[in-house]
């Protein structure tokens, strides 16, 4: 399979690697000279890295470098079965790369996009034969990571669909397939994280530290919800919960927090900038959070009913099944577990509970509880044995 990469920054250089090492050839295009070669450098030394490891031989990493060319003209990529693009968040640009990439291409190669947001359905638009088009979400570091969303728009093919789904998976991937919506599964589903979060620390009820602190001990996350934003960027962070939220006709429950977005109008994005909700200059040292079991344990508790609210929502809307919304959560972003095993663990009664003590309390929109885990509690039901009857 000869594998077209639309965009050699860190995401294409990155999907080019894993359809390499999986022994496609690989033409990764980019307009900016300077860009393909930072690309090859950064590919030479993480292969050499790897051998160094010994993870791989030297003949597996020449194997892997020849199976790569970099090229400056979208015409290069002609010969495409799949094309990958990886480029700006931008819909105007995509369907502009799109639509010039698809005179290029013969009528069967498949034009895929990396976005993490944008409708796929919208991109689609763009093309002559739009049944051609759908969602490749890979996760950043593409190489490390196991999760990718593969999603249809409304106008891809089933045979298509097929297609994609097996290259992935021979590619050594798991898949989720979710529907198009915003967000797709992961960038929906952890919304909660993050605004949760800002909420609790807006309110005043904990600061960074004993939020982020609380978290990880008794949840077992890997990173707290403001080490992590400062890792992704604010600035980053912040644009993809707002557009979320304006495609979800803001729904209360995506909106975003002033703090992040003031925080970002400062440049205050980060480790990329110095600062973030931490200090990251030389000699800077952590705060030390509270370590007050109690509240330790309500912090967690909050964040952890609204992230399965949301997992459970998806799965009431049908936009992936309860495999794949846990895939993609303890796959994609390295959650601890399964959000809606985590439902089971907690019982239904547990989760709704909780959920509307929250709503009581605040009387709004965003802590109303998903249908989903009504019925399911209902019915004294858990999610993995009723999955295969919610989802048919």
Known sequence: MIVGVIGSGTMGSGIAQVAATAGCKVKVFDTN?????????????????????????????????????????????????????????????????????????????IIASNTSSLSIASIASSLEK??????????????????????????????????????????????????????????RVARPFYGESLRILEEGIADVATIDWSLKTLGGFRMGPFELMDFIGNDVNYTVTETVFKAFYYDPRYKPAFTQKRLSEAGYLGRKSGK?????????????????????????????????????????????????????MTKGVNYP?????????????????????????????????????RKMKRSNQTFFNTAQTVNE
């Open 33 to 109: 000279e300077q860009a393909l070669e930072k690309s090859k450098s950064a590919l030479e030394k993480i292969l050499s890295r790897l051998v160094e490891k010994g993870r791989i031989d030297t003949s597996e990493k020449n194997r892997i470098q020849e199976n790569i060319v970099h090229v400056a003209d979208l015409k290069d990529l002609k010969d495409a079965d799949l094309t990958i693009e990886a480029i700006i968040e931008s819909l105007e640009i995509k369907k502009k790369v799109f639509s010039e990439l698809e005179s290029y291409v013969s009528e069967h190669t």
């Open 130 to 187: 739009p049944e051609r088009c759908i969602g490749i979400h890979f996760f950043n570091p593409a190489p490390l990571m196991k999760l990718v969303e593969v999603i249809p728009a409304v106008q891809t093919s089933q045979e298509v669909t097929e297609k994609v789904v097996n290259t992935i998976k021979d590619w050594k991937k798991v898949v989720a397939i979710a529907k198009d919506t915003p967000g797709f599964i992961v960038n």
């Open 276 to 328: 973030g909700y931490y200090e990251y200059g030389e000699g800077s040292t952590a705060p030390s959070p509270n370590k007050d079991e109690k509240l330790a344990k309500y912090i967690f508790d909050r964040v952890l009913v609204m992230l399965i609210n949301e997992a459970a929502d998806a799965l009431f809307w049908k936009i992936a099944s309860a495999e794949d919304i846990d895939n993609a």
């Open 337 to 373: 577990k399964g959000l809606l095993s985590w439902a089971d663990e907690k019982g239904m009664g547990w989760c709704v509970d909780t959920l509307d003590a929250l709503y009581d309390e605040y009387r709004e929109d965003r802590y109303r509880c998903s249908p989903m885990l």
